[in-house]
């Protein structure tokens, strides 16, 4: 189990790297009162390896429950769980840009100077920050850029280097997906819809499969797809994407656009993503026998 502590100055990006953290597939608390961070690591160690992977975000905002942090990360090292705290730094000019830019109050100033809040913050933060894993000053950083910071700390806890893909399949006559951002239509394949013993059943059985894969032009046009997405999917992290929508289509959303999905999320797998997959439409066509 690794347990993320976020935590830092108000105004440095802990909003946008627990997102980040999500998008790893971590289980992310915000706002959390440092006492509880022993017994919520204990129920989610209790979930047989299903939550392994957390980060808790305690700042300010808690007041002075946070003079409980240093206590419980104690508690979870007698625990025997490894512990890191990320600090998430940031000048006293940027935090004040973006406090303004948000128009949002300072927490320790509500009714007062931006600065004085700030001030007041670092003092009360400094032991934190001495005893932390990581200090990240966000000062300077796009959110690409931030993005690409957290996943090299994290590393190996990542359960993928930042971009989740999600695979579509669907079936041209049922309409368009709204939200993909690129479609590929396979309807140029043989289809098995037209083969008997093949009608009922669907991209995921092997037979259908085998029938889709062996007409070379379904193999060539996988390849040459891998190979267009392993290209692309580097700049799309760059850019800070954190999910891509890749719509597969053909006639019904049945047979050659569910057989070449699963294929493409193997292929896409075996390149260190991850990868999710959903066929919208593989049950359309299926026959409802109405009780009697």
Do not use: W
Not at 124 to 147: G, H, M, W
């Amino acid at each position: 189990m690794k347990v993320y502590v976020i935590t830092g100055m108000s105004g440095a990006g802990k909003s946008m790297v627990v997102k980040q953290f999500e998008d790893m597939g971590f289980f992310c608390v915000d706002n959390l009162p440092p006492s509880l961070i022993p017994t919520i690591v204990e129920i989610c160690r209790q979930t047989g390896g299903k939550m392994d992977n957390l980060a808790l975000v305690t700042d300010i905002r808690g007041g002075v429950l946070l003079n409980e942090l240093m206590p419980s990360l104690e508690a979870l090292r007698q625990m025997g769980i490894s512990c890191q705290i990320l600090f998430l730094e940031a000048s006293d000019k940027t935090l004040v840009k973006r406090f303004k830019e948000s128009r949002r109050t300072h927490p320790l100033a509500p009714e007062g100077r931006i600065m004085a809040g700030i001030g007041e913050e670092r003092q009360i933060l400094e032991p934190i920050k001495s005893n932390a894993t990581y200090v990240v000053d966000t000062s300077n950083f796009k959110t690409a850029q931030l993005r690409e910071e957290i996943a090299k700390i994290v590393g190996d806890d990542a359960k993928f280097s930042g971009i989740v893909i999600n695979v579509l399949t669907f079936g041209f006559k049922y309409g368009l997906p709204m939200d993909t951002d690129l479609v590929f239509d396979v309807r140029f394949t043989p289809n098995p819809f037209y083969v008997p013993e093949l009608k009922e059943m669907t991209g995921l059985s092997a037979k259908v499969a085998e029938y889709v894969f062996g007409f070379p032009e379904t193999v060539t046009f996988v390849d040459k797809l891998t190979e267009l997405l392993a290209f692309l999917i580097p700049f799309y992290k760059r850019e800070g994407k954190s999910q891509l929508e890749i719509g597969i289509g053909c006639t019904g959303g049945k047979h050659r656009s569910v057989a070449v999905g699963a294929e493409l999320r193997r292929r896409l797998e075996s390149l260190g993503n991850r990868v999710l997959i959903e066929h919208r439409d593989i049950d359309r066509d299926a026959v409802v026998t109405p009780r009697p």
